[in-house]
């Protein structure tokens, strides 16, 4: 269940990536209030914290991953 909530974690954070390459808009920081908003750095920090945590998903064998579901 954890792996899955990192991974719409960093879905999330790609598409507001995806948003700040193709229209220079920052969805994050305008929900907040700005990028150096204190929220907007908590989510940006969750999000990095989340993309961490998918680089083990590199490393795990297959069996592992389905049976963690």
């Not at 960093?10 to 990028?35: C, R, T």
């Not at 999000?47 to 389905?66: K, Q």
Request: with cysteine; net charge negative.
């Amino acid at each position: 269940m954890f792996d899955k909530i990192c991974l719409i974690l960093v879905i999330i954070g790609s598409l507001n990536w995806g948003l700040v390459g193709l229209f220079e808009f920052d969805l994050v920081a305008w929900i907040f209030g700005g990028a150096t908003n204190i929220f907007s750095r908590i989510i940006y920090t969750v999000i990095a914290l989340a993309g961490i945590w998918c680089i083990s998903l590199l490393f795990r064998n297959r069996g592992a991953i389905d049976s963690a579901d």
